[in-house]
């Protein structure tokens, strides 16, 4: 995360999944699963400025609660919780930019669109071309669309967090910042994610201890969150099992199954060109709604919004979509369609959006595909 970049966080605004509660479950409930043996932590092992959340009575209430609502062995999911630390360093990075920080469109767009990047993607396309074409087939999403996602979010599996998941998720369930605008939003955010989180493990029969991820929590090559991973991650290469982060079959088709899941409209473009009429411009009200394709090519138009050729006869809605180049530089500006809307699902960013983009043209260009 692409929270790296959070937003998630797009593929970040994501429900949590509801499962059957225990009153319900117990209908029907299959024998519960023997839950995974747990990789003790001694205190040596602790990062300074770390806290094992066993200190925190809260916290311990909070793995009862989980462990009934999820039909969870509460023992398993106490030791869970008990091992989990708090990261003072979690924390701080997710204190939103300070005050006055502008954003700059070319700086950004050059830590993801550059030769190492794009070099690791051509490799990753030739190894994978049938997975792609399959994902494009069967899902709609262009091979090169998914191909940025991957070497945005991770290099193509190169960095995919040295983070524990569960210490991060932990800090940012009962220790998100206070300062922050959104805190109680993303407080809860973070409680449902570290229950899925949880519940996947139990499930799986894996220990909560060992995967490690960004410091927002999502994992793997895609970087999924864990409601993520539940509701979109697919056994795309049909061996009985899904590995977000070493079968890239798998990624690829996870990568699509979610954008689909989000409305994905084949054979759309992401944007077109626009440029103004300074006689005609209601720049205020083409940025009120923001990202959200919100005006027909009629009321773009109307209001000071030059577009040409194929994007005169877009069917769909359009948004004005504007990249700051700092201070002084004047932004850039593109018209944003639907598809391009859903890509910021996956972080709630359109400089995200359109590194992703850009990433994707340029290793297809270098790929010569």
């Known amino acids: 995360m692409n929270l790296r970049l959070l937003p998630a966080i797009a593929a970040l605004c994501i429900t949590a999944l509801a499962l059957p509660g225990p ?27 770390a806290v094992l959340y066993a200190t925190r009575d809260d916290v311990m209430r909070q793995a009862d609660d989980i462990a009934q609502r999820r039909d969870l062995d509460p023992a398993w999911v106490r030791r869970a919780l008990g091992e989990a630390r708090y990261l003072p360093t979690v924390a701080r990075l997710m204190q939103p930019p300070a005050k006055g920080f502008v954003k700059n469109w070319r700086v ?31 899902y709609g999403v262009p091979a090169e669309i998914i191909v940025g996602i991957i070497g945005v979010e991770t ?24 300062s ?7 407080t ?20 909560p201890l060992l995967p490690v991820g960004s410091y927002a929590g999502a994992m793997g090559m895609p970087q999924f ?11 795309f290469d049909g061996d009985g099992s899904i590995d977000l982060s070493g079968n890239p079959a798998d990624v690829i088709g996870s ?17 077109y060109p626009v440029r103004f009429d300074p006689a005609k411009l209601d720049m205020d009200a083409l940025m009120a709604p923001d990202i959200l ?6 009321s773009f138009t109307a209001k000071g919004a030059v577009l040409e050729g194929e994007a005169l006869n877009h069917p769909g809605p359009l948004a004005l979509v504007e990249l700051q180049n700092g201070p002084d530089a004047p932004a850039q500006y593109v018209a944003g369609t639907e598809n391009f809307y859903v890509i910021t699902r996956y972080n709630w960013s359109s400089y995200y959006a359109m590194s992703v983009i850009d990433l994707g043209r340029e290793v297809k260009a270098a790929a010569g595909r």
């Open 23 to 49: 009153a319900q479950a117990a209908k029907t409930k299959p024998a519960r699963a023997k839950p995974a043996k747990l990789v003790k932590t001694s205190q040596a092992a602790v990062p300074a400025g």
């Open 108 to 138: 950004y767009r050059s830590r993801f669109i550059d030769p190492i990047r794009i070099g690791a993607g051509v490799r990753f396309w030739n190894a994978n071309a049938d997975a792609l074409a399959r994902a494009e087939r069967e």
């Open 155 to 178: 290099i193509y599996g190169q960095q995919m967090g040295s983070f524990r998941v569960i210490d991060a998720l932990a800090t940012l369930a009962f220790n998100f910042p206070a």
């Open 180 to 186: 922050h605008p959104r805190a109680a939003e993303r």
């Open 188 to 207: 809860q955010f973070f409680r449902d994610e570290l229950e899925q989180f949880l519940t996947l493990q139990n499930r799986l029969g894996t220990d």
């Open 225 to 235: 969150m864990p409601s993520s991973r539940v509701k979109y991650a697919v056994d």
């Open 255 to 271: 990568v699509a199954s979610y954008f689909k899941a989000f409305n994905w409209q084949p054979g759309m473009p992401t944007h």
């Open 293 to 298: 394709p919100t005006f027909s090519v009629a």
